[in-house]
């Protein structure tokens, strides 16, 4: 059974840190492109960031650029966020998703392009 489940939400001040993790589990996801969504009260879930099934490249929505980063562990299945100098806006659920369709790095964005999905970890920004 195909899972991917996230840990590290939690409540932070703004300006802080934190770090998101997303284990998977059922296959091995090495050739797997991984990615990032949040969702928002009242809000579309919206692309966060992804990666490259060898960590190579990195594609990042402009909100989070310079200061989220996005990296894997092909060995332990596992994708992470660090999210550095969070902002009150950047409060949603966060989930990590995983496709294995070959896609063009501008269709990393595209939440319906990614067949699995965790069940989100909630992260809030106090101000």
């Known amino acids: 059974q195909v899972q991917l489940v996230e840990s590290g939400g939690g409540l932070v001040q703004a300006g802080g840190s934190l770090r998101l993790s997303c284990a998977a589990s059922?296959?091995?996801?090495?050739?797997?492109?991984r990615g990032w969504f949040r969702q928002a009260p009242g809000k579309e879930r919206e692309f966060v960031a992804a990666?490259?099934?060898?960590?190579?490249?990195?594609y990042y929505a402009d909100s989070v650029k310079g200061r989220f980063t996005i990296s894997r562990d092909n060995a332990k299945n596992t994708v992470f966020l660090q999210m550095n100098s969070v902002k009150p806006e950047d409060t949603a659920v966060y989930y990590c998703?995983?496709?294995?369709?070959?896609?063009?790095?501008?269709?990393?964005?595209?939440?319906?392009?990614?067949?699995?999905w965790g069940q989100g970890t909630q992260v809030t920004v106090s101000s």
């Open positions: 998703a995983a496709s294995d369709r070959n896609l063009r790095i501008g269709a990393w964005a595209a939440p319906n392009e990614y067949p699995y």
């Open positions: 990666i490259s099934s060898s960590g190579g490249i990195t």
């Open positions: 059922g296959r091995t996801f090495s050739s797997y492109v």
